[in-house]
């Protein structure tokens, strides 16, 4: 049997609740088209990507153009989640000494 935990607070998932919500990230070099090189095609990307996706089972590319990452949460951290995905309001509280 596969066991869950939640990736941000450590607790067991399934056991005492009926749902986990899952998070995926997909990381990837976006160009604009007056910024692309030369010879950037963006079909040839898409496809790239996902071949890269496809051989790489999560790992970031070598070139650092792809990654993703999976998350399992349970129902309090999405919920901490959805209100702040990037954690900005959480380092805004952090506070540092002038020294």
């Known amino acids: 049997m596969i066991k869950y935990v939640c990736d941000m ?5 399934l056991e005492d609740e ?6 995926k990230i997909e990381v990837y070099a976006a160009y604009e088209s007056a910024d692309a090189p030369e ?3 963006d079909m040839d990307a898409v496809e790239e990507m ?7 089972d999560g790992q970031p590319a070598e070139d650092g153009s792809f990654s993703t990452f999976r ?14 995905p990037l954690f900005k309001k959480a380092n805004r509280r952090i506070g ?4």
């Open 9 to 13: 607070c450590g607790k067991p998932l």
């Open 18 to 23: 009926e749902v986990r919500y899952v998070v």
């Open 39 to 41: 010879d950037y095609d």
């Open 50 to 56: 996902l071949d890269d996706a496809d051989d790489a």
């Open 71 to 84: 998350y399992d949460l349970c129902p309090e951290c999405h919920k901490r989640y959805l209100q702040d």
């Open 96 to 99: 540092f000494s002038d020294n």
